[in-house]
């Protein structure tokens, strides 16, 4: 969050920064900015702040983002298209590899400038291209064979977008991205929502809304 921040301060021309002001912008409090950032060896300098390039600089590194990392697509459906043509991916130093799918009639085709693969050829590529993260787009019930496939290949960390948990073996990184469970979680807070002006009519005042 600090670096989407800082991202966007430098491209308005911005050059100091104080620690209240990137707390308001990432709306926490001062002092856990302060302890964030003191991991990074950097204290700012009183009065004055942070100098926002330099800051930028050495959460980059921390985040190992001060080289490009190229990553494969495994499923080239709708959402991995969709995924390969993000701009974001390339601007943040993650290059795509290579897409890879198992059916006949998207292999051969272009997505977001990269030729799809039979899946047959990702240990080639991963291995040739020097790749270690993976992105898994499939269907659910084709997510753990693509898994087992990235872990053979030689990827040690896997971005799973497949709406299924999978398993692999320790060593290997998994961040699963739940787009339906976020949902689920903003419709609870609807519902909580709700509620509460129904009880706040029913009790003619006003209600406290409940999160949790």
């Known amino acids: 969050m600090y670096l989407q921040i800082l991202n966007g301060l430098i491209a308005d021309g911005t050059e100091q920064l104080s620690s209240d002001q990137l707390a308001a912008l990432a709306g926490v409090n001062a002092a856990k900015v302060r302890k964030d950032l003191s991991y990074l060896g950097s204290y700012g300098t009183?009065?004055?702040?942070?100098?926002?390039?330099?800051?930028?600089?050495?959460?980059?590194?921390?985040?190992?983002?001060?080289?490009d990392w190229p990553i494969v697509i495994v499923g080239a459906g709708n959402l991995g298209?969709?995924?390969?043509?993000?701009?974001?991916?390339?601007?943040?130093?993650f290059s795509i590899a290579g897409v890879f799918d198992t059916d006949s009639s998207k292999v051969g085709g272009v997505v977001g400038g990269a030729r799809v693969r039979h899946l047959d050829d990702l240990s080639q590529v991963v291995q040739s291209k020097n790749v270690s993260i993976g992105v898994l787009a499939t269907p659910g019930e084709a997510a753990q064979e693509a898994a087992n496939r990235l872990v053979r290949a030689g990827v040690g960390s896997i971005l799973n977008f497949a709406?299924?948990?999978?398993?692999?073996?320790?060593?290997?990184?998994?961040?699963?991205?739940?787009?339906?469970?976020?949902l689920q979680?903003?419709?609870?807070?609807?519902?909580?929502?709700?509620?509460?002006?129904v009880a706040r009519e029913a009790a003619g005042g006003p209600a406290r809304v409940v999160s949790a």
């Open 46 to 67: 009183r009065g004055v702040g942070y100098d926002v390039n330099f800051l930028t600089y050495q959460i980059q590194r921390e985040l190992g983002l001060n080289h």
């Open 81 to 93: 298209q969709a995924l390969a043509n993000y701009g974001g991916f390339t601007e943040r130093g």
């Open 163 to 182: 709406p299924v948990v999978i398993s692999v073996p320790r060593g290997v990184s998994v961040r699963r991205v739940d787009l339906a469970g976020e």
């Open 185 to 197: 979680i903003l419709s609870y807070y609807e519902q909580r929502r709700a509620a509460n002006a």
